[in-house]
């Protein structure tokens, strides 16, 4: 099973960039998913979450710019980004938690630049 993420790119200040992730076999007993940024120099972090139930959780500092959001029958998961700073510039990598093994699933990574 691999997750292939799509939707990164360059973009302006204040604008807006939707991140996809989609699994490419099945996954089973899926608890969570989620997206992780890493910035150079920095540690990976937690975006935000949603989990099987629908729950959802964010980082302090995209909260009310970002939204999470999934797709149970396709095992794919959205990251819509709004009002996008140039804080927000990382690698961002989809993240799914399962109760089964392997019990964690990541992608490859996508590129995310916000610079004028």
């Known amino acids: 099973v691999q997750l292939v993420e799509s939707g990164g790119g360059l973009v302006q200040p204040g604008g807006s960039l939707r991140l996809s992730c989609a699994a490419s076999?099945?996954?089973?007993?899926?608890?969570?998913m989620g997206w992780y940024r890493q910035a150079p120099g920095k540690q990976r972090e937690l975006v935000a979450i949603?989990?099987?139930?629908?729950?959802?959780n964010y980082a302090n500092s995209v909260k009310g710019r970002f939204t999470i959001s999934r797709d149970n029958a396709k095992n794919t998961v959205y990251l819509q980004m709004n009002s996008l700073k140039p804080e927000d510039t990382a690698v961002y990598y989809c993240?799914?938690?399962?109760?089964?093994?392997?019990?964690?699933?990541w992608g490859q990574g996508t590129q995310v630049t916000v610079s004028s």
């Open positions: 076999g099945s996954i089973f007993s899926i608890n969570a």
């Open positions: 949603i989990t099987s139930g629908g729950s959802t």
């Open positions: 993240h799914i938690a399962t109760a089964v093994a392997p019990y964690a699933y």
